[in-house]
T-cell receptor, first 117, second 111 residues
Framework: DVKVTQSSRYLVKRTGEKVFLECVQD?????MFWYRQDPGLGLRLIYF???????EKGDIPEGYSVSREKKERFSLILESASTNQTSMYLC????????????????FGDGTRLSIL | EDKVVQSPLSLVVHEGDTVTLNCSYE??????LLWYKQEKKAPTFLFML????IEKKSGRLSSILDKKELFSILNITATQTGDSAIYLC???????????FGKGTTLSVSS
């Protein structure tokens, strides 16, 4: 079974702090994703990564950055946390091997519920 | 702008009922449509649909895609309290790089 592990289930930080959310997958997946999930808005893509050291902006990248130094780890960074970044953050990974148009589903971690005070 | 719309947004049924959840989409370069179930934690993968008219089935759950009318339905028969969850519909673009999610349908099954 695919395992996507997010380092914290719950996190409380203060405005202005630099916040790191970590995600590790154990299936050697090329693609990794960060979403945030808010009531009434669904899941929105923040950033994704095709492979090591590669990253692409999603729909709502403002106020965030990412790091993918190793294949299994994808970090989301809140440069200067603000209260509107209070949310549930979900990491996902997916295999893209075989063809460029792999039909593999994304597998999600359990989420980090982040509160910014 | 690409979008995925789910209906209803929430639903309350009794155990044993059959429910149908809807998902319509407007996505350029469609590749496939996925259904996920989310309880308290991670969304778990249910189905991936790529071709029209071919039903996918897993126990009491089934799903079908209509690429002409741009929608999919998820059916759950003989519902149980364990089916209570948020059901998420998402469309994968042709490049396989991005999933566009609907807002989800919250299903509550009462005993």
């Amino acid at each position: 079974d695919v395992k996507v592990t997010q380092s914290s289930r719950y996190l409380v930080k203060r405005t202005g702090e630099k916040v790191f959310l970590e995600c590790v997958q154990d299936m050697d997946h090329e693609n990794m994703f960060w979403y945030r999930q808010d009531p009434g808005l669904g899941l929105r893509l923040i950033y994704f990564s095709y492979d090591v050291k590669m990253k692409e902006k999603g729909d709502i990248p403002e106020g965030y950055s990412v790091s993918r130094e190793k294949k299994e780890r994808f970090s989301l960074i809140l440069e200067s946390a603000s209260t509107n970044q209070t949310s549930m953050y979900l990491c996902a990974s997916r295999s893209s091997t075989g063809t460029a148009y792999s039909n593999q589903p994304q597998h999600f971690g359990d989420g980090t519920r982040l509160s910014i005070l | 702008e690409d979008k995925v719309v789910q209906s209803p947004l929430s639903l309350v049924v009794h155990e044993g009922d059959t429910v149908t959840l809807n998902c319509s989409y407007e996505v350029t370069n469609f590749r496939s449509l996925l259904w996920y179930k989310q309880e308290k934690k991670a969304p778990t993968f249910l189905f991936m649909l790529t071709s029209s008219g071919i039903e996918k089935k897993s126990g009491r759950l089934s799903s079908i895609l209509d690429k002409k009318e741009l929608f999919s339905i998820l059916n759950i028969t003989a519902t149980q309290t364990g089916d209570s969850a948020i059901y998420l519909c998402a469309v994968l673009n042709q490049a396989g790089t991005a999933l566009i999610f609907g807002k989800g349908t919250t299903l509550s099954v009462s005993s």
